[in-house]
């Protein structure tokens, strides 16, 4: 699968072509050459995942995908979804069955490349995490989910969620209380 999308390069300040597919090999290398030795530095909360071990995951698993935005012959982000085994909590009633309850898609992990973060310094391009989440959104259409995404978020990346339009549903004891945010379904 292949999406033709645009992220605003801050150096031209102009909108620029990029693409979403399927990780590559590339795009393993990019994070463990280029990527990681950055958010080691920089101390970030990410910088302990493994693409190779999640590309490998996704050829294994069919509710599995992995996902690369990249720019420039460049991995700008990647995100990780799980098509399966979820469900909404907006419709968590109790005297629905699991059929009946709404799924979502499952958005595990989705980060940008250290030089896309504020923290960073140098922002090189804008938008890079948002069109990885609304393409979440957008797999979420395809297979009859309505367009809900649900996602756990790590400390430093709540106020992305607020801003992406995102609903906070609360801190989830089941995994490290971490803060739990839900798009809705699309009417």
């Known amino acids: 699968m292949e999406q033709v ?8 300040q102009c909108f620029v072509e990029a693409l979403i597919l399927d990780i590559q090999e590339r795009h393993v290398r990019d994070f463990e050459e280029i990527w990681l030795p950055q958010l080691e530095e920089l101390s970030e ?24 935005l ?3 012959d460049m991995a700008q982000g990647f995100i990780a979804i799980e098509t399966l085994g979820h469900r909404s909590w907006f419709d968590t009633s109790a005297s629905l069955s699991a059929d009946e309850t709404q799924r979502i898609v499952y958005a595990k992990f989705i980060v940008s490349a250290p030089w896309n973060r504020r923290v960073s310094g140098t922002l090189h391009y804008k ?6 989440l609304l393409f979440a959104r957008q797999r979420s259409l395809a ?5 809900r995404v649900g996602l756990h978020s790590l400390p430093g990346a709540v106020g992305f969620y607020h801003k992406a339009g995102m609903l906070e549903l609360g801190n989830d004891p089941d995994r490290e209380n971490l803060t739990y945010f839900e798009y809705r379904g699309l009417s």
């Open 45 to 68: 909360e990410d910088k302990h995942l493994d693409w190779a071990l999640k590309k490998r995951l996704s050829r294994n698993y069919d509710d599995f995908e992995v996902y690369a």
């Open 127 to 132: 938008y890079v995490g948002l069109k990885l």
């Open 5 to 12: 999308t645009e992220i605003f390069d801050t150096r031209q």
């Open 70 to 72: 990249e720019c420039n």
């Open 143 to 147: 297979l009859g989910y309505a367009g």
